[in-house]
């Protein structure tokens, strides 16, 4: 199954590499689009037929919610001691 998802992604690379018209790149926007959305809707229909992860959805959205909360914490405090550090070295 691997396979094909490779042998798929590179046929449509080469085919976006040889077709390079404004009506095939808005093609393509579009296709991309509806793909990402029915991908979007096929997954929620996977998680809702999953007894296990409807009960498990609260403390999933709860970690999610506290690691996008550490990362921008993180990057707050990082970004300011790289600032800090750089006031230091200027003449």
């Known amino acids: 199954m691997m396979w094909l998802l490779l042998v798929v ?3 449509g690379f080469f085919v976006g590499k040889l077709v390079q018209s404004d009506l095939a790149k808005g ?5 991309s689009a509806v793909g990402l959305l029915f991908l979007l809707f096929a997954m929620g229909v996977r998680l809702g037929q999953e007894g296990f992860l409807r009960m498990k959805l609260a403390s999933f959205g709860l970690l999610a919610l506290s690691l996008a909360f550490a990362t921008g914490a993180g990057s707050v405090v990082v970004a300011g001691l790289a ?3 750089m006031r230091r070295k200027r003449p």
């Open 9 to 11: 992604l590179a046929l």
């Open 27 to 31: 093609v393509g926007k579009t296709l």
């Open 83 to 85: 600032e800090r550090m």
